[in-house]
C-alpha cells in the first residue's frame, strides 16, 4: 500500500524534516526492531496507555476497541509513558491485526512473545522484552488521540518511517513534502555515492552536491 515509501530510509527523512524545520522527530535511540530487517512505513493508530495496578474490569478493552479503527496498512502505536515491566503487546495481538491487514507495532515499552512474532514476520519496534502480561500492570486507557511516544509527539495519522536506524515520525500535513523531498535527495545521494565510489574527493563532492 506504501510501497513507494520503501527506498525512504529514515535518516533521509530526517534530514529532510531538519531542513523543513521540524528537528525532533526522531524516537530516542533505545527504540529498537525486533528484527534487523524491521521495516515499518504507514500511518499511526494511536494508543495511550498509563502504569495500573488496581483491578479493572477490562484490561484490554480499549486494545480491542483499536481493532475497530484500523485499516489495512495502519501502525499500531503505543505509548506507555513511563511503564517499563510488563509486555503490552505479543503474538496474539499481532496475529489479529495481520488478519486485518496491519503488520507493525510501535511501543516505547515492552512486549513479549518476540519469537513468535519474527516468525510470522510482524514488524516490531520496541523498548526491550517482558514475559509479564499488562494486566494489573498497564492500561491502555484512549484510542486515536494525540500521545508523547519515544519522545516524540503523534497525532493519529501522522506517518511512521522506521527501520533499523530507528524511528522516524512525519507529521500528516508534511508528508507529501517530505516524499518529494526525500527522493530527490535520495537521487543526489546516488549520484554521489557513484562518485566517491570512483574515488572522487569527499571535499569535492559535497561542494559540488551539498549531500553527504
Not at 45 to 57: F, K, V
Not at 159 to 164: C, G, K, P, S
Not at 165 to 191: C, H, M, R, Y
Amino acid at each position: 500500500m506504501y510501497e513507494a515509501w520503501k527506498p525512504i530510509y529514515s535518516a533521509l527523512a530526517t534530514d529532510i524534516m531538519d531542513q523543513l524545520g521540524y528537528r525532533d522527530q526522531g524516537m530516542i535511540p533505545e527504540i529498537r526492531p525486533t528484527h534487523p530487517d524491521a521495516q515499518i512505513v504507514g500511518p499511526a493508530l494511536t494508543l495511550d496507555a498509563y502504569a495500573n495496578t488496581e483491578p479493572h474490569p477490562d484490561p484490554y478493552g480499549q486494545i480491542f476497541a483499536a481493532y475497530d479503527h484500523a485499516s489495512p496498512g495502519d501502525v499500531f502505536v503505543i505509548a506507555t509513558n513511563g511503564e517499563q515491566r510488563s509486555g503490552l503487546w505479543g503474538e496474539l495481538l499481532s496475529t489479529a491485526a495481520k488478519a486485518q491487514g496491519v503488520e507493525s507495532v510501535l511501543t516505547d515499552g515492552l512486549v513479549r512473545d518476540v519469537r513468535q512474532m519474527n516468525e510470522m514476520g510482524f514488524n516490531c519496534f520496541c523498548r526491550g522484552y517482558s514475559p509479564l502480561d499488562s494486566a494489573g500492570r498497564i492500561i491502555p486507557e484512549k484510542v486515536n488521540t494525540p500521545i508523547q511516544c519515544g519522545g516524540v509527539a503523534i497525532h493519529p495519522g501522522d506517518f511512521i518511517l522506521a527501520d533499523y536506524d530507528g524511528v522516524a515520525v512525519i507529521p500528516a500535513a508534511i508528508k507529501d513534502e517530505v516524499f518529494k523531498l526525500s527522493l530527490e535527495k535520495l537521487q543526489g545521494e546516488n549520484t554521489v555515492r557513484d562518485e566517491l565510489a570512483a574515488g572522487a574527493s569527499p571535499r569535492e563532492v559535497f561542494d559540488k552536491y551539498g549531500i553527504l
